[in-house]
């Protein structure tokens, strides 16, 4: 194989330029010649491709977000606009293509492979953490230290005010940030979207640290939680009586420098992949399994199910007494 692409799709996470870097310099250290895909599938439509060398990727090790950009493409999930990506592809000559992205970008290469042929990797690109065959996504480890600091900064002023605090992080579907930054930071209670917690026990849990003396509550909801944040909030202060604030991450959680975990899963999983395309190993999902980088059959891959960590949340309930 002597010519390759890569892109970054959906939303960004810290790692990706870590993991283009890698890839970058590894195919040319495997004499292919490797293009860049600007603005994920939609760039693939708009024929957007731009030949890298060893200088494209210097200084981009520790920059979050992608400088290559990303998209969500609504045309992609088209036949049509596939079979335009797929002419794109074939008329530059690429023989295989590497995404980086969550669930729904590794999909789209599983299906542009089945429909069009090319050989396709995919890398686990995603802060929320939510793909099952893997232990952590890129981007994960630096979403978790980022709501830490919140909490650290929040648990001060909350102290100071006997106030609770509701924050909201991100996890439409999967709870990981939540659920670890929870119990890193020292959180009264995480609701995800994967645990069902009634209200009643909600209110119980906050006037019991009330009656205990707790100087504050930390309450960690992932965005996927069945009850909002406002009712949540307006819940807790008609049943406790206290003063409770909401304070909302949101794209906050996306940014940053990458850690030191992220840059080196990012780094082993795009000198894998390419690894892989050099040796005719095709249509792979990569990531880490036990401290191990693995790669799994990509369609086997995106049908594992997740479940939910229940040690992890059995550890926020006995440590948050």
Do not use: W
């Amino acid at each position: 194989m002597k010519r390759i692409a890569v892109l970054t799709s959906g939303g960004d996470s810290p790692g990706m330029n870590a993991a283009l870097r890698a890839v970058v310099r590894c195919g040319i250290y495997h004499d292919m010649e490797v293009y860049a895909v600007h603005n994920g599938y939609e760039g693939l439509i708009d024929n957007k491709f731009e030949r890298m060398s060893r200088r494209s990727v210097a200084d981009i090790l520790h920059r979050g977000g992608t400088i290559i950009k990303t998209a969500r493409s609504e045309r992609f999930l088209n036949p049509e606009g596939r079979k335009i990506a797929y002419a794109n592809l074939r008329k530059l000559g690429i023989e295989g293509l590497i995404v980086i992205g969550g669930n729904g970008s590794l999909a789209g290469a599983k299906t542009l492979a089945e429909e069009s042929g090319i050989p396709v990797m995919g890398l686990p690109g995603t802060i929320d953490n939510d793909l099952a065959y893997t232990d952590y996504t890129i981007g994960f480890d630096t979403a978790v230290n980022t709501v830490l600091e919140a909490i650290g900064n929040i648990r001060d002023t909350s102290s100071s005010h006997d106030r609770s605090t509701v924050i909201e992080v991100m996890g439409r579907h999967c709870g990981d940030i939540a659920l670890y930054a929870g119990i890193a930071g020292g959180a009264e209670l995480v609701l995800i979207p994967e645990a069902d917690i009634p209200v009643e026990a909600i209110v119980d849990k906050v006037n019991e640290g009330i009656e205990t003396g707790k100087l504050h509550n930390i309450i960690i909801r992932a965005e996927g939680f069945p009850i909002s944040s406002q009712d949540l909030i307006d819940i807790l202060k008609k049943g406790t009586g206290q003063d409770v604030k909401l304070v909302v991450l949101s794209y906050l959680q996306r940014g940053g420098s990458p850690t030191f975990r992220d840059r080196m899963l990012a780094t082993d999983c795009g000198m894998l992949a390419v690894e892989l395309l050099s040796q005719g190993i095709t249509n792979r999902a990569i990531g880490e399994v036990g401290g191990e980088i693995v790669h799994l059959d990509l369609a086997k891959a995106l049908e594992t199910r997740r479940t939910l960590p229940e040690e992890l949340f059995e550890e926020i309930k006995v440590l948050s007494m």
